[in-house]
């Protein structure tokens, strides 16, 4: 459900509330670090924290990549079913430039360019996810399934 008590604003929950979609704003502790410290204060699985990954296309360009915080990223998968382009992370400096957030606080909602999104498969019989929204020590939960269908990504088995 929509948290209509939160005070802050980002390209994120503009996106979100322009889509209609419903969704929770999560504030957390300062102290908080790591995927498995907002894991465990939400009371969750750690594979429900994914993180949003910026991926640079060798002279083509950028791509996002959503998978569970509890996974690593398998380029070679990626760039297997994408028409075998070299396929790397992008270098820090290329985050905030490209879409628009913070490092340790991108969303795959809300991006500053329109960029192809790849959501892992093993994030599909989650009910819900939690992902930055780019603010920090805030983060946005939304049904899997909504995302999906708001995002239309590209679905491929990138973690491991």
Same mark, same amino acid.
């Given at each position: ?27 957390? /502790?300062?102290?908080?670090?790591? #995927? #498995? ?7 969750? /699985? ?19 990549? &959503? ?5 690593? &990223?398998?380029?070679?998968?990626? #760039? ?27 969303? /795959? ?40 269908? #708001? ?10």
């Amino acid at each position: 459900m929509v948290n209509e008590n939160y005070s802050i604003e980002s390209a994120a929950i503009t996106h979100l509330v322009e889509l209609g979609m419903q969704f929770d704003v999560i504030k957390h /502790p300062d102290g908080i670090r790591s #995927a #498995a410290e907002l894991a465990e204060h939400i009371g969750v /699985p750690v594979a429900q924290i994914p993180k949003t990954l910026l991926l640079e296309i060798k002279n083509k360009g950028y791509l996002v990549c &959503v998978l569970g915080s509890d996974r690593k &990223v398998d380029t070679k998968v990626i #760039a297997k079913n994408m028409g075998g382009w070299n396929i790397s992370m992008a270098p820090r400096d290329a985050i905030s430039k490209i879409t628009g957030f913070q490092l340790g606080t991108v969303s /795959p909602f809300g991006l500053s360019k329109s960029l192809t999104i790849i959501l892992d498969e093993s994030l599909l019989d989650l009910p819900k996810v939690y992902l930055g929204c780019g603010v920090k020590g805030y983060d946005i939960g939304v049904d899997v399934h909504e995302l999906i269908r #708001a995002l239309q990504p590209r679905i491929l088995p990138c973690g491991k």
